[in-house]
């Protein structure tokens, strides 16, 4: 019998133990093992045993300072660690695995890289942005070591506050892009039913809208010879970000009374141009569809949610050349 | 042990409360520490710290009640030991002489340098545990001091739970008999 089998045994047998407790007290079974371990109190353990519970409960004393020396350093490298993994959804894993970067430095990345194909960064750069993009622009930059203006003493007239589409997209928007027009929020189930019924095709139609939109201050159509394409040609700039808003209003999607509808009352054309404007590209896509608004580019860094995509998509949605060039596609 | 408040606790840290994190830190430590000291020859301090910074790599990913947590902790301070005594064997001048094997395998602490440490009952008590066989050692402080059940045990070391009872039982059987031949600290 082995030693390993000899003390099994002796664990198991009851009548075994007695017998070689009786001429060794320091036989003990299972339950007796397991309670001494788990700190049962040396008076109540066999008397051999006391002095291991006298130590076992020594073992598991109050902790002294120097054991917890390193709390400091530990807990520092915990608020490290923590403070590079903020609460964002997780992105693909493959992709996390290529990339190698975790999900804030994607998503800032994210937002970097697209303002940079958007023009925006120098936008961004220059405090140039309207006052709610330029908010987040600064503070997505930030981590990435890119300091830009704060959006309060650059971004004069623009709106300063972000919110959905659908509730401010009427007021400040149009009055801080379009000089005349009828009142806000009040057209764009009309426009955008026009746009929908009008017989009228490419840039007549985009005339036609944009005149009705602007209460006859659009100029639309007007300036295709100096464009250099004709009425209904494709539009080689592509529309960045307002293809979906275009697409909307001319595709019959468009919902009355918002962003659309406030934007097109608000002066459609020139508001596009005064968003446009600043952002790479939009200037071509205006004179090659008769000074209409593609536009769009602000929608590029623009998120759904502010002010500033209010305005451009606006913008992009009512600009009757806009909507023929795209007709025309 | 935090008990009942572990669990919240536990959803804190992973959620970034630092305050949080060092109840867990505070609470599992002087354990941790005392483990290490008991299995572990040298670099005790840097063995702890190197184990809790991978409960903080892998915090996020835990998920369990108390005494998984404490399983886990104790597994990765075991592995850690494991890979110094690998890195040591790479460099055999760094490993001096043991005449007992079992000790020498183990990588417990010198008695010698332990005598020259406060002798208060905690460092007797460890002095005295770590005279054991290491198994016995190890498996007495996973289930005395680091409040492991059997089957933790059994899983940190990776032996049967048979074995770690035997084991058990052995290092207290002889833990006693060390006492009562030697009850004052050990003279070297």
């Not at chain 1, 149009?174 to 840039?203: E, R």
């Not at chain 1, 080689?236 to 209003?249: E, F, L, S, V």
């Not at chain 1, 590209?281 to 580019?297: D, F, K, L, Q, V």
């Amino acid at each position: 019998m082995s030693l390993w089998d000899d003390a099994h045994y002796e664990m198991r047998d009851p009548w075994q133990l007695r017998l070689r407790r009786s001429f060794d007290p320091l036989v003990l079974d299972d339950g007796t093992v397991d309670r001494v371990l788990d700190g049962l109190d040396h008076a109540d353990v066999p008397p051999a045993y006391a002095d291991v519970a006298r130590s076992l409960a020594a073992a598991t004393g109050p902790s002294y300072p120097d054991e917890l020396a390193s709390e400091t350093v530990v807990v520092a490298a915990f608020a490290a660690r923590d403070a590079q993994s903020l609460e964002l959804p997780r992105p693909h894993r493959r992709l996390s695995r290529m990339c190698r970067l975790s999900t804030p430095k994607l998503a800032t990345a994210a937002v970097a890289g697209g303002l940079a194909l958007s023009g925006g960064l120098a936008a961004a750069a220059t405090g140039s942005l309207p006052g709610a993009a330029q908010s987040i622009a600064s503070e997505v930059l930030s981590r990435v070591g890119i300091q830009v203006p704060s959006p309060n003493t650059h971004s004069g007239n623009h709106p300063d506050t972000r919110g959905s589409s659908d509730t401010r997209g009427s007021s400040s928007t149009g009055a801080s892009n379009v000089p005349a027009g009828p009142g806000p929020g009040v057209q764009g189930s009309p426009i955008s039913h026009s746009a929908q019924t009008t017989p009228a095709t490419g840039v007549d139609k985009g005339a036609t809208i944009c005149s009705a939109a602007s209460g006859g201050q659009c100029q639309a159509g007007q300036h295709e010879a100096g464009a250099g394409t004709g009425a209904g040609a494709p539009v080689a700039t592509p529309n960045h970000g307002g293809t979906g808003t275009a697409n909307t209003a001319s595709g019959g999607a468009s919902r009355p009374g918002t962003t659309t509808g406030n934007a097109a009352s608000g002066g459609a054309s020139s508001a596009g141009s005064g968003n446009a404007t600043p952002q790479g590209g939009s200037t071509t896509a205006n004179s090659a569809s008769g000074g209409a608004s593609s536009a769009g580019s602000g929608n590029v860094i623009a998120h759904p949610g502010f002010s500033a995509a209010n305005s451009a998509s606006g913008g992009a949605n009512n600009s009757g050349p806009a909507n023929a060039a795209h007709g025309g596609h | 042990m935090l008990g009942l408040a572990f669990a919240s606790t536990l959803e804190r840290a992973k959620s970034g409360d630092e305050a949080a994190f060092a109840l867990l830190f505070r609470d599992l430590q002087p354990a941790l520490i005392r483990y290490l000291r008991v299995i572990s020859r040298t670099a005790v301090e840097d063995l702890a710290a190197e184990t809790w910074l991978d409960v903080v790599k892998g915090l996020a990913r835990f998920s369990g009640d108390e005494a998984g947590f404490r399983s886990w902790v104790f597994t990765i301070a075991r592995r850690r030991h494991i890979d110094v005594l690998r890195s040591m064997s790479r460099r055999p001048e760094e490993v001096s002489t043991e005449d007992d094997a079992e000790r020498s395998e183990f990588g417990l602490q010198d008695p010698v340098a332990l005598a020259a440490e406060d002798k208060n009952e905690l460092e007797t008590a460890l002095r005295m545990i770590a005279r054991l066989p290491p198994a016995q050692a190890e498996v007495v402080m996973l289930r005395a001091v680091a409040g492991l059940s059997v089957a933790e045990v059994a899983d940190v070391v990776g032996r049967r739970p048979g074995a770690v009872r035997i084991l058990a039982h052995r290092g207290l059987r002889r833990l006693a008999e060390e006492l009562a031949a030697k009850p004052g600290p050990v003279e070297v």
